[in-house]
């Protein structure tokens, strides 16, 4: 059943934009994805098209993929990523990535897996001018997972997610979603689920841009009834900015949430929990001066699972700071200063409670055109109310990317290293590397 919706949505993208190819070939330029845009944009000559990617492996632990401390599973990795796009004319553009994720875990090999993920972005401007503009985006990710020991939670998946923002400048943006989710599990039974979904997101501007409200709400309907599963999932959000013409206050953003997810849909997780949550936040943004900024944010959360025992809430305060030592045309040099403190309660498992403390310095230096080098160091310290989990980890970080062809290729090197001293247990020391490349031609 996936497949046959994957075959059939990829046909239905794919053959407009082959009957368009022909008239639009001479007003190529490149316009990557968003997560891409800022480091593909390093030359200001038209390109046609973009290539990206990267191979990582490592070891890490699931405490620095979510919140909860006691699953604190070791795993080994190795993912490879690789997207082609283009923009193939002013108003059609598009991006096709596939992605492998392979887990291995220590101690936990129910969960060792390979995901094998496909993803496709398709942006067409139906009316562009220049007060307003309405945009056609078509997101579809398929998805396969495979578990080496657990066959029965082995499934295929599809998601197709179309999406109509309508823009009036300096007054507000409109954004319609609605899409299909459909789990088809391998081992028949109870947990194939069919979810239909629709989202509706609004932005609005006063004073010059200056305060923005912004809202959305998501509902979630399944097909079928699972057991223990609901039926019905809502997501609500709300919040503001406000820029303000004051000297050691720049900006003020605050966002408050509640809603109803699964783990599932999470790519870092590989267990299968329904759970609501509240979140609320806000942050503010202060320039000192011109080379010295700084941020204050406090972050409130809440889960209760609905078939685990991880209910926790609990708050967390961060403050950044970045100094810019030297910004001239030919290169720069940057310092980042973080500190966090966080403290969560579990409801169902007192012994997980925990304090954290927090510090990370990193400096950078960039040759602009040229190169850049980033090293970092970070400090996470954890206080649990069974002080046999107490432990110390300690981060080192080196970053390397180096442009050639005028800034068209772009290769990198990402190196991690942590030490974990377990407080009453056996030390351990992991490493990571990341290589990646972004070509423009």
């Known amino acids: 059943m996936v497949k046959r919706w994957f075959f059939l949505i990829i046909g239905i993208l794919v053959l407009p934009s082959l009957a368009r190819a022909d008239l639009t070939a001479d007003r190529y330029s490149e316009v990557p994805a968003k997560e891409e845009a800022e480091a593909l944009a390093l030359s200001a000559k038209k390109n046609d098209f973009f290539l990206s990617g990267y191979t990582e492996a490592g070891k890490k632990s699931t405490a620095e993929d979510y919140e909860e401390e006691d699953t604190d599973n070791d ?6 990523h690789l997207k082609f796009g283009q923009k193939v004319s002013d108003r059609l553009s598009y991006d096709i990535g596939s992605f492998i994720y392979d887990k291995d875990y220590d101690t936990q090999d129910s969960l060792d897996n390979i995901s094998k993920i496909f993803k496709t972005n398709w942006s067409y401007y139906i009316r562009k001018l220049k007060e307003e503009s309405l945009e056609l985006d078509v997101r579809l990710n398929y998805k396969e997972k495979r578990y080496d020991n657990t066959p029965r939670s082995e499934y295929d998946q599809i998601r197709f997610a179309p999406t109509l923002t309508f823009k009036k400048k300096n007054l507000y943006t409109i954004d319609l979603t609605a899409g299909i989710d459909d789990y088809d599990y391998l081992v028949e039974g109870v947990k194939d689920q069919l979810k239909i979904f629709g989202k509706i997101g609004a932005d609005r501007y006063f ?10 709400y998501r509902i979630e309907q399944l097909e079928k009834k699972n057991i223990d599963r609901k039926r019905t999932k809502h997501e609500v959000l709300g919040g503001f900015d406000y820029v303000f013409d004051l000297p050691w206050v720049y900006k003020i953003t ?24 509240w979140r609320y936040y806000t942050k503010t943004e202060h320039r000192i001066n011109p080379r010295l900024k700084t941020n204050l944010k406090y972050q409130y959360f809440k889960k209760d699972y609905v078939s685990a025992d991880l209910d926790h809430r609990g708050f967390y305060i961060q403050n950044g700071w970045d100094y810019e030592i030297l910004d001239d045309e030919k290169q720069r040099l940057w ?14 498992k007192a012994d997980n409670n925990y304090k954290k403390e927090a510090a990370e310095i990193k400096a950078s230096y960039q040759r602009k055109k040229n190169w850049k080098v980033s090293a970092a160091l970070e ?25 050639f062809l005028d800034g068209d290729l772009v290769l990198s090197l990402d190196l991690k290293y942590r030490y974990t001293n377990n407080e009453q247990g056996n030390d351990k ?11 423009r031609f």
């Open 75 to 80: 795993y080994s990795y190795r993912n490879y």
């Open 207 to 216: 004073l010059d841009k200056k305060l923005m409200l912004t809202s959305s």
């Open 254 to 277: 605050t966002r408050a949430g509640w809603g109803e997810r699964d783990t599932k849909e999470e790519e870092e997780r590989d267990e299968d929990f329904d759970y609501e949550y």
């Open 335 to 348: 310092l980042d200063f973080d500190v966090e403190h966080k403290d969560v309660d579990y409801a169902l």
């Open 379 to 403: 400090g996470n310290s954890y206080d649990f109310n069974d002080s046999s989990n107490d432990k110390k980890r300690y981060y080192a970080k080196l970053s390397g990317e180096k442009l």
């Open 429 to 439: 020391e992991q490493e990571a590397v990341r290589v990646a490349f972004k070509y």
